[in-house]
């Protein structure tokens, strides 16, 4: 398997916007230059945000907010050096799978921004009902503009009266089908 990033050094500090913080953030660094992957990953990477003008993608993955460049991996919200070393191990990996299978993987070289949580409320029930888990229909709507709900959650929207609304919803928050955006 060909590698693109063989080893690097680890950088773990307590970001300086949240002193006392419980959680840290941490930069991979290395000497392989990652910019031709980036594209690779921005086809495969649920949520992701490419910027070729910046060579950066970020990408949320579960708590962590994760930020690819040409020479490092920056990661917040890792809870100690452990945490950081074992996300950071698996992002490396994650980069080194996608440069192996650049040949099946169509680069996307566009920027996907993410829903507008607004958008999404609008076209929500707005009962407030807490039928999905949520304590109101906007806290239901940023978790879905931020991937962390799907729609079908909400079981108001599966009713026929919210068809348009679902359909309009689901092509906002595109599923992955083998390559493209998801949650």
């Not at 992957?37 to 003008?53: D, K, M, R």
């Not at 503009?145 to 309009?168: G, H, K, W, Y």
Request: charge should be negative; charged fraction near 20%; aromatic fraction near 8%.
């Amino acid at each position: 398997m060909a590698r693109l990033i063989e080893d690097y050094t680890l950088e773990v500090y307590t970001p300086p916007c949240d002193p006392g913080t419980e959680s840290f953030a941490a930069i991979a660094h290395f000497g392989a230059d990652i910019s031709e992957v980036l594209p690779l990953l921005n086809a495969s990477l649920a949520g992701a945000i490419y910027y070729p003008h910046a060579t950066a993608l970020t990408w949320r993955k579960g708590r962590l907010a994760v930020s690819f460049h040409a020479s490092d991996i920056a990661v917040a919200n890792v809870e100690d050096r452990k945490d950081a070393v074992r996300e950071l191990d698996e992002l490396v990996e994650l980069v080194n799978d996608a440069w192996s299978r650049r040949n099946q993987i169509t680069p996307d070289f566009d920027t996907h921004q993410r829903p507008v949580p607004m958008d999404i409320y609008m076209l929500l029930p707005r009962t407030n009902c807490q039928q999905c888990g949520e304590p109101t229909c906007f806290t239901f709507a940023l978790k879905l503009a931020a991937r962390q709900r799907v729609p079908e959650d909400c079981p108001a929207l599966l009713e026929q009266a919210f068809a348009e609304s679902l359909s309009e919803i689901r092509a906002s928050i595109p599923v992955q089908t083998g390559g493209g955006h998801a949650p």
